[in-house]
């Protein structure tokens, strides 16, 4: 393979994929939950399937602690997350998922599969898995 430019590196590639399922996630999800995000989404997902801080959370999604303060500011607006002290620690904030919020889970996790089915259409098991050997080899090199 030829790398000549900056837009032609696999790194850049990488990036390009990233942004453009994410393109698709945002619109397919509008469709059927008009006011929320692809970040917001994550953030309802991993709540419900386990108790993270808020902090653990931004790291998943690769937020710093600036925009995920803001994400969960909005989310508890938009009356999906309510925000409470921690009972153990009080310096921790302990997010939870409302009734409406756990409404747009179950609207959601149709459209995640559709977009994932969409994205994945035509890879086979073996270049996945691959795939994600590579990935995980370059990120154990950038992390060295």
Do not use: H, W
């Amino acid at each position: 393979m030829n790398f000549n430019t900056p837009t032609t590196t696999v790194l850049y590639s990488i990036e390009e994929t990233i942004k453009t399922y994410r393109k698709l996630s945002q619109q397919n999800i509008l469709q059927v939950v008009p006011d929320i995000t692809v970040d917001q989404a994550l953030v309802l997902l991993l709540l419900e399937s386990n108790y993270k801080t808020q902090t653990e959370i931004a790291n998943l999604i690769f937020k710093d602690y600036a925009s995920m303060t803001r994400i969960v500011k909005l989310m508890i607006k938009k009356d999906y997350l309510i925000k409470t002290t921690d009972n153990q620690d009080k310096r921790k904030a302990r997010l939870e998922i409302t009734k409406k919020g756990k409404i747009i889970i179950k609207k959601l996790k149709p459209i995640i599969q559709i977009n994932r089915e969409t994205a994945l259409n035509a890879i086979s098991d073996e270049e996945l898995e691959q795939l994600y050997e590579t990935l995980k080899k370059i990120t154990k090199n950038c992390n060295s």
